[in-house]
């Protein structure tokens, strides 16, 4: 029994050990938990004339979350497409959607895998995170866990969360993220926070 009682205690601290995020890993600013503030930090795998970033809302002035620059003439004959990415809801102001100007004409990005193809090769943690973004995984700045990542050459690996709701639950994952390509290999690393209330909206 007493030699019974270390290897418990060894083999906990082994689990905690796993929930723990490596050393060499930092920190992501709360402020990359908004998605809208990711935007201005895309590098387009294309260079285009001019894109910006909008969501579904009739009042022009309401729809333009970012504008790569501003444009001196630019007409859009063709219709805002009806789905988005970051679909919320339905109705107006619901989803996102990128317009590019490419030789004179416009192009659509309208949906997750569109904007991970318009994005191309990941250059910074802000084009990561939105990529994740597009996977459902989000940045939760109250844990370690689920907010903090490292760069190399190759790759982008992030510690980013998931939540499901009745009761939430948050669970971590550790996402590493080929920089050429945008493909991750993705590892739960078990849930970090339970409630035990249930609240539906």
Known sequence: MKLLFPILLLCSGLVFSQK????DYKKIPE????TDLLYPFIVPDKKYNYW?????????DKA????????DFMTINDPAPEKGFFQKCLG???FSYVIACENSQSKYFSNEQQLRSFIGFVDNLPEAILIANTYGYTVDSTSPLSSSYKIDDSNISLYLSKTKNCPLKKESF???MNRKTGKSEVK???????SEECKKL
Not at 20 to 23: I, K, L, R, T
């Open 20 to 23: 723990a995020v490596p050393h």
């Open 64 to 71: 333009i979350i970012y504008e790569s620059q501003t444009p």
């Open 31 to 34: 402020i990359l938990d908004n």
């Open 188 to 194: 739960s690393n078990g849930i970090y926070f339970k």
């Open 174 to 176: 550790i996402i590493k």
């Open 92 to 94: 107006e102001d619901c």
């Open 52 to 60: 910006s970033v909008l969501r579904n809302n009739p009042d022009p």
